[in-house]
């Protein structure tokens, strides 16, 4: 499948509209928003905010830094890092709509000095070699077939010693996944490795290996913790099934099946640019 069906597959044609009517359909004041309202919806993986705040915190980052966010989406991550570590962030994304959405975002929460996006394809960077402290792609990888591409472009554009922080869905061995799921309808751009195979993938790439972290039990301990809220407040106003389309819902218990199966497994790895 081409980046352009992939672009498809996360294009909406309204989405700031539907995130906006969202927000005050749950109370905010939209003409006044802060970076915090945005929080609910615009950490498009698993976990939410949690999951950012762990991946982020992996890479020790520092206020003069500039760090490459890898598929930013609608810049939750991206933003989440520019107000936790004062660095600057530079963000890229294959989706249009997203870039788009993801700068208006910004510009709405008061960040744009520190922050901006770019549509570009993680395989085909538009930067120069060498020129990130640091890199971040959270859950992005499982659309890209090529892996080696991927992994050589955020080892080019790093300095010496700079860190590349990763998460995505790995396979597991507990049988097939099921789709459709946020990153795909039918499995057909889907590309997921298991977590060995990626970490080859990554040393192949040039990268030393520092840490491989399994997610699975935080990712459990967090669907609990929702299954309970619902239970007990009915179903939320805001998250990020706001951005995955009329089947968000079968697209989120399908995700929980294949994370509590075995089928598939979130994981996070930091590695190094030698
Ligand atoms: C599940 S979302 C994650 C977004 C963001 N990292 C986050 O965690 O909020 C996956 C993102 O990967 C982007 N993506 C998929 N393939 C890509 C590629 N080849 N290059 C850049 N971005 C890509 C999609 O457009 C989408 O924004």
């Known amino acids: 499948m081409s ?28 003409a006044n928003l802060q970076p915090e309202d945005l ?35 609608i810049g939750g991550p991206a933003r989440y890092i520019v107000r936790s570590f004062g660095c600057r962030v530079v963000g890229i994304d294959l989706t249009a709509e997203f870039c788009d959405v993801a700068r208006r975002l910004t510009d709405a929460v008061g960040l744009s000095g520190k922050v901006e996006f770019q549509q570009a394809s993680a395989t085909d960077l538009p930067f120069d070699d060498g020129r990130f402290h640091a890199a971040y792609s959270q859950n992005v990888s499982m659309n890209i077939a090529d892996k080696a591409a991927m992994f050589g472009e955020a080892h080019r554009v790093l300095r010496p010693g700079g860190s590349f922080a990763l998460s995505e869905i790995a396979l597991g061995d507990g049988g097939p996944v099921i789709y459709p799921t946020p990153w795909s309808e039918d499995g057909v751009h889907s ?11 990554l040393r192949q790439s040039g990268f030393e290996i520092v840490s491989v972290q399994d997610n699975v039990s935080a990712t459990g301990q967090f669907l609990d913790a929702q299954r309970e809220a619902v239970a007990r407040d009915g179903a939320p106003k805001l998250g990020p099934f706001i951005l995955m389309g009329d089947n968000a819902k079968e697209k989120g218990r399908n995700t929980a099946q294949n994370i509590e199966e075995g089928r598939a497994r979130p994981i996070e790895i930091l590695c190094r640019r030698a």
Do not use: C, W
């Open 3 to 30: 980046s352009n069906e992939v672009e498809k597959h996360y294009s909406r044609g309204d989405l700031y509209q539907v995130i906006m009517d969202a927000l005050s359909g749950a109370g905010i004041d939209i």
């Open 39 to 73: 929080e609910p919806i615009e950490h498009f993986h698993g976990r939410g905010v949690a999951a950012t705040a762990d991946l982020a915190a992996s890479l020790a980052l520092s206020p003069s830094d500039e760090v490459l966010d890898i598929g930013s989406g």
């Open 191 to 201: 590309h997921l490795l298991t977590e060995s195979e990626t970490v080859e993938a």
